[in-house]
């Protein structure tokens, strides 16, 4: 890290692998080839299989609930560009970067340090109030 640079908020390391990305196709239901079968995927531009874009946003998800909590979870917005895939095998980090106390830079990156995802995000203000015990009725 070089000297005035950021410190994260939140580092989250997840370690991806076929097994894994298997099992979110089974829970998203996207079954593409270009992510379940290897034998497809080598004759693709890839090379092989590649994870899902929104399995890389929900690790997004996690780190910045850990970082915003409710403010995340209630509220929170994201913009986010996938410049390179994620493949099995790869460590993966996910770094967010304060700008603010309501908004941050996100990257994913992978072992070698490459960015595969680079986003912006911003908390809610405050998170919503929670329900009233008993409905809407006051008392």
């Known amino acids: 890290m070089t000297e005035?640079?950021?410190?994260?908020?939140?580092?989250?390391?997840?370690?991806?692998?076929?097994?894994?990305?298997?099992?979110?196709?089974?829970?998203?239901?996207?079954?593409?080839?270009?992510?379940?079968?290897?034998?497809?995927?080598?004759r693709t531009q890839?090379?092989?299989?590649?994870?899902?874009?929104?399995?890389?946003?929900?690790?997004?998800?996690?780190?910045?609930?850990?970082?915003?909590?409710?403010?995340?979870?209630?509220?929170?917005?994201?913009?986010?560009?996938?410049?390179?895939?994620a493949r099995p095998g790869d460590a993966l980090t996910v770094r967010v970067l304060p700008r603010g106390s309501a908004s941050c830079l996100v990257e994913v990156l992978d072992g070698k340090g490459q960015v595969l995802v680079s986003a912006e995000a911003e908390a809610a203000e405050t998170p919503a109030s929670p329900p009233r015990k008993g409905g809407d009725t006051p008392g």
């Open 4 to 42: 005035g640079a950021p410190v994260a908020l939140v580092e989250l390391v997840r370690h991806l692998d076929q097994a894994k990305i298997d099992r979110y196709a089974q829970v998203s239901g996207d079954h593409n080839p270009l992510h379940v079968d290897p034998a497809f995927a080598a």
């Open 46 to 85: 890839f090379g092989g299989t590649v994870a899902h874009g929104m399995l890389l946003l929900a690790y997004v998800s996690e780190a910045l609930a850990r970082a915003w909590g409710r403010r995340w979870l209630e509220g929170g917005r994201l913009r986010a560009r996938f410049r390179l895939p």
